[in-house]
């Protein structure tokens, strides 16, 4: 397993328990390193996707109503919305990253740790996400 994926599986589990427990990123990221170990390198990237994602929820949070019309974000599931938003924010601020390659990434996160419709549901976000910034890029 590539150390991104590796790092956005851990920080999964890190938004989803900030999102849960309402405690904040930096005391969650330091109860996840408590208890796991993970590379260096997975581990730095994982730190960035949760500060970063957190950092910019509300501007995220917009970004994800504006792609879901028959969805509110507060009826949205979990898991769900932590992969959303950790996807919207790696398309949003790191460039250096294929957003075909983040939005796979997001995908498969869902089939593995949501529901059956999870994968889809996220799909069908994320490429309105994606065809929005794309049409912004070219104007």
């Known amino acids: 397993m590539g150390h991104r994926r590796k790092a956005r599986e851990i920080a999964l589990q890190v938004l989803y328990q900030v999102d849960t427990t309402g405690i904040d990123a930096p005391q969650a990221l330091e109860l996840f390193w408590l208890n796991f170990e993970a590379p260096a390198n997975a581990r730095d990237f994982a730190t960035l996707l949760v500060t970063g994602t957190l950092a910019h929820v509300d501007e995220i949070d917009n970004a ?13 599931a979990r898991v769900d919305k932590s992969i959303l938003r950790m ?14 390659a983040t939005l796979n990434e997001a995908i ?16 069908g ?12 890029d070219e104007d």
């Open 87 to 100: 996807a919207i924010y790696e398309m949003l601020y790191l460039h250096e990253i294929p957003p075909k």
């Open 108 to 123: 498969d996160l869902g089939k593995r740790y949501g529901s059956e419709n999870s994968g889809s549901f996220i799909n």
């Open 64 to 76: 994800i109503r504006h792609c879901s019309d028959n969805w509110s974000i507060e009826r949205m």
């Open 125 to 136: 976000i994320l490429d309105a996400f994606y065809s929005r910034i794309k049409m912004t």
